[in-house]
């Protein structure tokens, strides 16, 4: 559109016409009510346009950005140079201090571990960037000739072993292992070290820990989570329960339930005589079954 424009004042007209009004207003802000845009010239509307269109880099926040760049996962060197040649434009450093910070931030941007050792010792006396990427592409070829030249692992042979690992580690279901002085295999069911669980006499014996069918009580698992929790109660919530009924629980003795009042208060669990004798044959009579 510009191009067959001849004269400068019809450039002028042409870029009011079609620069938008967003562009407009903030260039009619800039210069009012000193200026109007149509007194400026084509020149100085293109010159007040780039001031806030495309504003001057700030070298130090680019010197910032230049130094976080670092080696992507994967990215090849080329694209890596070719990104730090690029953020270092705005930087505005001299030709000797550019070259040196290029050198410097690729070095330290590498991923590869080996490929930045082997640059501080060979590239410690260069100066120039280009230079030091000739070493670093040299280096990263020299590692794919290498890679490609280790002889590769017989996949048969650690099958093999991975399978004979196997078949020492897990025995058959339902046979027990040999047991030695060193072994530390036991029952899960009665913690007895001289059978494993499916030859053990207490398969169907009751816990009296959780009441589950399988176990006995000094094996339970379920006993090594048992917590007990104590919460301080304010005085203003104490009440008196004289004309209140007793709070009755069932407590288990050696697998017998027998009725309790609860107190909280009380630091021992205690029982009349009377209730004693009522239930102690009871509690005798189980205590003989399972002991025989």
């Excluded at 009665?190 to 959780?210: E, F, Q």
Aim: aromatic share 8%.
């Amino acid at each position: 559109m510009l191009n067959k424009k001849t004269t400068n004042e019809e450039k002028k007209y042409a870029v009011l016409a079609y620069m938008g009004a967003d562009t407009y207003t903030k260039l009619f802000d800039r210069i009012s009510p000193e200026q109007d845009p149509n007194d400026l010239t084509f020149d100085e509307i293109v010159a007040k346009v780039k001031d806030f269109t495309q504003p001057d880099a700030n070298k130090w926040a680019a010197r910032i950005a230049f130094r976080k760049l670092v080696q992507t996962s994967g990215e090849p060197l080329l694209d890596f140079e070719s990104r730090l040649r690029k953020m270092s434009i705005d930087c505005n450093w001299p030709d000797t201090e550019k070259q040196l910070s290029l050198i410097e931030q690729f070095i330290a941007g590498l991923t590869d571990r080996h490929t930045k050792q082997a640059l501080m010792v060979k590239c410690k006396d260069k100066t120039k960037f280009s230079e030091v990427f000739a070493c670093a592409d040299e280096i990263r070829k020299a590692q794919k000739a290498t890679s490609s030249t280790q002889p590769t692992s017989n996949p048969d042979v650690e099958v093999n072993a991975l399978r004979m690992q196997q078949k020492r580690r897990f025995p058959a279901r339902n046979q027990a292992p040999r047991q030695t002085a060193s072994s530390s295999l036991k029952c899960y069911r009665c913690g007895n070290p001289n059978h494993l669980a499916p030859k053990c006499p207490h398969i169907n014996s009751r816990c009296d820990t959780c009441g589950v069918v399988g176990h006995l009580a000094s094996a339970c698992r379920k006993k090594r989570f048992q917590q007990n929790f104590l919460e301080e109660c304010p005085a203003n919530f104490m009440t008196t329960a004289v004309d209140r009924d007793p709070i009755i629980m069932q407590v288990r003795i050696h697998g017998k339930r027998i009725d309790m009042e609860l107190d909280t208060g009380c630091a021992l669990s205690t029982m009349p005589y009377y209730k004693l004798r009522q239930e102690s044959s009871r509690i005798i009579n189980y205590k003989k079954t399972t002991s025989g």
